[in-house]
């Protein structure tokens, strides 16, 4: 656990800097402020490394995620819950045949990626089979491509 830990912090250091606030008369949590010169000196303290708040927007296509995943992407699904908080900033629709949004409004954060088990309710089954279902069709048509151009081999 202690190694999750450690990781995920280095990862807010270098990769994931989500600044976040709160305060307790909305929230059950203590109230939060967010400062970037805290985070600076505590990454620089604890790995040596000052963060980056834009890269992974500069790296991944940031506010225009859709056009950067036409140009670069395929065969991902993105499933949003619309119960868990990030799910504004995630792909609510699809971009292409290859790039499918699934979105549950019972949904949260991996609740996809779980185990299944009994108690699942049937919306989630229904999510897990549409999963299914966009994997098979991507293989299928990756089968078919390998076989159709390996003539030309």
């Known amino acids: 656990m202690l190694i999750r ?50 890269w992974i927007t500069t790296e991944f296509g940031g506010f225009d995620i859709e056009r950067v995943l036409r140009h670069h992407g395929s065969n991902i699904i993105f499933f949003n819950g619309i119960r868990d908080p990030w799910s504004g900033g995630g792909v609510l629709k699809n971009i292409s045949q290859s790039l499918v949004a699934i979105v549950a409004k019972e949904g949260a954060h991996h609740v996809d990626l779980r185990y299944s088990t009994e108690e ?10 549409m999963e299914v279902h966009y994997i098979r069709k991507w293989l299928s048509q990756y089968h078919r491509d390998l076989a159709l151009f390996s003539h030309f081999n």
């Open 5 to 54: 830990s450690a990781s995920k912090k280095f990862q807010a250091c270098t990769e994931m800097i989500l600044p976040t606030e709160g305060n307790n008369e909305e929230s059950i949590f203590p109230t939060s402020n967010y400062d970037c010169n805290d985070l600076v000196n505590q990454c620089t303290l604890l790995y040596g490394v000052k963060p980056r708040p834009s």
């Open 120 to 129: 699942d309710p049937e919306w989630l089954k229904e999510v897990r089979k």
